[in-house]
């Protein structure tokens, strides 16, 4: 996908046009912000912020300067999306901190970033040639690997009274109407809006527990929320860079042996006593799900209004991805439409053209052991037609964790 994008960021440079140098962007008594270069693709969308530094060590700057330069210019042009604005970063790249920030850019924050390096015979600058930065795989691995372990996927559920009749069928063993799995999709949709707005990684959907499964006091409809804790993530990938642990054993440790010191070392000169005291990451990793429930308790909230003036009981839980399932909680209910946000549905969507690609050129006998075969499932003939599955979402997620599925125990 990194690469993808690549390709259209090149063809840009190549058909950049530049109208500003050493432009200093500043409003009245605002400290002054200068960017180097200011340009345009002829014919494209949006401008070109480029900013130029002599080594890997300043580049670091560049990736706390160049969205203040973009935030400048939107604000100037509101209302602009960030397909807007373009930032190019000419620098050597060294540093593996800078290496990340480019990706996290791109790949978690959606920014058009491209870096390109330049390449120069002593101090001639006749010499002076620049070439397109292509990360290399291992820097993916260390940011996306531990972000897709189950247990650092954060679950909240917002469960809601049943409303028979209006919501949910009023016998038992009745399957809800078409108009009731409508509303309950509506309120999956006003949720992955929100949550897309947030910047939340994550999907959502909502599901109704059986009709003959409802005992006294159960509310039957609900809404669940999942996202990629950043907390959690973090302390994962630093056991497993430290020590070398399964992805999985990683994610179920504790946070007794790491802490923001382990991630910003300056905090041991100036506040290690009130951190040996109180360990802040694990508060922050524990707290990080409460915008999530906030999004689901008022979706459900604002959804379930009435000329009436009705009060709609409610309820929430919480979870991981991995122990929702392990729960038994889903066994007695109808999932509806998934929507997944942010770099899940931006991978989601690319999985799902490979799948399609593949299967509609390989042989019957490839074709059985795709995951999607081994799993038993039919695979509609358009792909319009499985891209809110909860079926094949939930087989999404657990390709994504591991890409080495090959039969149906792995399944």
Not at 80 to 97: V, W
Not at 182 to 196: L, N, S, T, W
Not at 386 to 403: C, G, Q
């Amino acid at each position: 996908m990194v690469i993808d994008r690549y390709k259209e960021y090149w063809q840009c440079i190549k058909e950049m046009e530049l109208w500003g140098c050493e432009v200093t962007l500043k409003e009245e008594d605002e400290r002054d912000m200068r960017t180097d270069f200011l340009g345009n693709r002829p014919g494209g969308n949006g401008i070109i912020v480029v900013e130029l530094k002599k080594s890997d060590q300043t580049a670091r700057q560049a990736f706390t300067e160049l969205p203040a330069y973009g935030s400048f210019l939107r604000t100037l042009f509101t209302p602009s999306s960030k397909n807007d604005i373009m930032y190019l970063l000419i620098s050597p790249m060294g540093e593996r901190i800078v290496e990340q920030a480019a990706i996290n850019q791109l790949v978690y924050d959606n920014n058009n970033v491209c870096v390109l390096e330049p390449h120069i015979d002593g101090e001639d600058l006749n010499t002076l040639k620049l070439s397109l930065w292509i990360p290399k795989k291992k820097i993916f691995d260390g940011i996306c690997e531990a972000a897709f372990t189950p247990k650092c996927i954060d679950i909240f559920k917002v469960v809601w009274e049943n409303l028979k009749g209006d919501w949910s069928p009023e016998g038992d063993r009745e399957y809800p109407d078409e108009h009731m799995k409508h509303r309950m999709i509506k309120v999956a949709q006003v949720a992955a809006q929100m949550m897309e707005s947030c910047g939340l990684h994550g999907f959502v959907y909502t599901s109704q527990v059986w009709s003959e499964a409802l005992g006294s006091g159960i509310l039957g409809n609900s809404i669940v929320i999942g996202a990629i804790n950043p907390y959690k993530v973090a302390k994962t990938k630093f056991y497993y860079d430290k020590y070398g642990w399964e992805l999985e054993k990683c994610a179920d440790a504790d946070f007794e042996g790491v802490g923001m010191m382990d991630f910003i070392p300056t905090l041991k000169g100036y506040a290690k006593d009130l951190h040996d005291r109180y360990n802040y990451l694990e508060s922050l990793a524990d707290s990080w799900g409460e915008d999530m429930t906030l999004v689901a308790r008022y979706v459900v909230e604002t959804m379930t209004k009435a000329l009436c003036g009705r009060k709609v009981e409610i309820d929430k839980g919480c979870f991981d991805w991995k122990n929702l399932f392990e729960s038994g909680d889903e066994d007695y209910c109808d999932p509806f439409d998934f929507h997944f946000t942010g770099i899940l549905r931006d991978l989601f969507f690319r999985y799902t053209e490979i799948d399609y690609e593949y299967l509609s050129t390989c042989n019957e006998d490839d074709s059985e052991f795709h995951p999607y075969c081994l799993a038993g499932y039919d695979v509609p003939e358009e792909l319009v037609d499985m891209v809110f599955s909860p079926t094949y979402a939930k087989l999404f997620l657990k390709r994504l964790y591991n890409p080495l599925i090959v039969g149906i125990d792995d399944i």
